[in-house]
């Protein structure tokens, strides 16, 4: 699996955006690009996946560096359920398997 | 759709004593994970069934924790015997093929 940083933290102010980074620099060609996210006491949760191309869900959207060596999951309106850990996620290329790494805990503020 | 079914939600037992947790997957999902999630850290591959046959149990603690997929849909986690830094909330997830994964609630487990 592509190794991936991500900050630790991050704040947002509800009703506002929320914009995950993401760096992958080691990601290979085929590899996707997967993010979930926990909310407290609760199991992961998938909210968008992509290749190359943007995407969009109706959760969130998907930006892409052209390189693919980055991408920013974006909330377009942060509301306070919203708050969780957001993780990024370079599976091996079918290999069915997710690896977490500690994610980001993004805190939404009234 | 129904989702994953995990059960129980909470369990606490002493150490050396054995511990069982029971999954029921999204109807038609092939795919069935165990995960571990100590505090503080994301989860923890341990086992992968595809169908009622492991894919993958290369992170299982053979030596105390086994897995089983009855015929291929249910599926029971168990450690014999606990220890205390098997305290740690247990996921299972399914999936239909990819990478996309749908998790239950997990169980709670607290060894003392």
């Known amino acids: 699996d592509a190794k991936t940083t991500q900050p630790t933290s991050m704040d947002c102010a509800e009703g506002r955006a929320a914009n995950l980074p993401c760096n992958h620099s080691?990601?290979?060609?085929?590899?996707?690009v997967y993010w979930y996210r926990q909310i407290h006491s609760q199991g992961p949760q998938y909210i968008i996946h992509?290749?190359?191309n943007n995407e969009t869900n109706e959760m969130a959207s998907l930006i892409i560096t052209e390189d693919r060596k980055s991408s920013t999951l974006i909330l377009p309106h942060a509301t306070l359920r919203d708050t969780a850990v957001y993780y990024c996620?370079?599976?091996?290329?079918?290999?069915?398997?997710?690896?977490f790494g500690k994610g980001t805990k993004l805190s939404v503020i009234p | 759709e129904a989702g994953v079914a995990q059960s129980p939600r909470y369990k606490i037992i002493e150490k050396r004593q054995s511990v069982a947790f029971w999954c029921n997957p999204i109807?038609?999902?092939?795919?069935l994970y165990w995960y571990q999630q100590i505090l503080g850290q994301g989860p923890k591959l341990l086992i992968q069934?595809?169908?009622?046959?492991?894919?993958?149990d290369s992170q299982l603690p053979k030596d105390r924790f086994s897995a089983e997929r009855l015929k291929g849909v249910d599926s029971t986690l168990k450690i014999q015997p606990a220890k205390l830094e098997d305290s740690a909330v247990y996921l299972c997830?399914?999936?239909?093929?990819?990478?996309?994964?749908?998790f239950g609630p997990g169980t709670r487990l607290l060894v003392l």
């Open positions: 109807s038609g999902h092939a795919t």
């Open positions: 069934f595809q169908n009622n046959g492991v894919v993958d």
């Open positions: 992509g290749l190359k």
């Open positions: 080691t990601i290979s060609g085929n590899e996707y």
């Open positions: 996620i370079v599976p091996g290329a079918g290999s069915y398997q997710l690896t």
């Open positions: 997830a399914t999936g239909a093929g990819g990478e996309t994964q749908y």
